[in-house]
């Protein structure tokens, strides 16, 4: 089976950090793109961030000097640190997988993790 098991996220404040994880299982982790999407309510799923399999990053405009993303292929994981963190960065992020080897175009997600950024 595909598992990409998330990181929990949780209440933070304005100005605050916080490190998302996503481990992955059942795939051969260094022919994916890893990457993290967000939906906060009422608004349609967005972009965060992606790394692919060469490593190289993307990176939306909202989060562009606050997130970095990375990952470990040695681990099959994938690690978002966001820091200064505003209330706008309220949502609930979903960590996805997306082969890029050409072979099956199968794209996983993460089931998902609220972060809130509230005082």
């Known amino acids: 089976q595909v598992q990409l098991a998330d990181s929990w996220g949780g209440l933070v404040q304005p100005g605050g950090s916080l490190r998302l994880s996503c481990a992955a299982s059942g795939i051969i982790f260094r022919w994916y793109r890893m990457g993290w999407y967000r939906q906060a309510p009422g608004k349609q799923r967005e972009l965060v961030a992606h790394?692919?399999?060469?490593?190289?990053?993307n990176l939306a405009d909202p989060v562009k000097g606050r997130v970095t993303i990375s990952r470990d292929n040695a681990k099959n994981t994938a690690y978002l640190q966001m820091n200064n963190l505003k209330p706008e960065d309220t949502a609930v992020y979903y960590c996805s997988a997306q082969e890029q080897a050409g072979i099956s175009d199968a794209t996983y997600w993460g089931q998902g993790t609220q972060v809130t950024v509230s005082s």
């Open positions: 790394i692919n399999i060469a490593g190289t990053t």
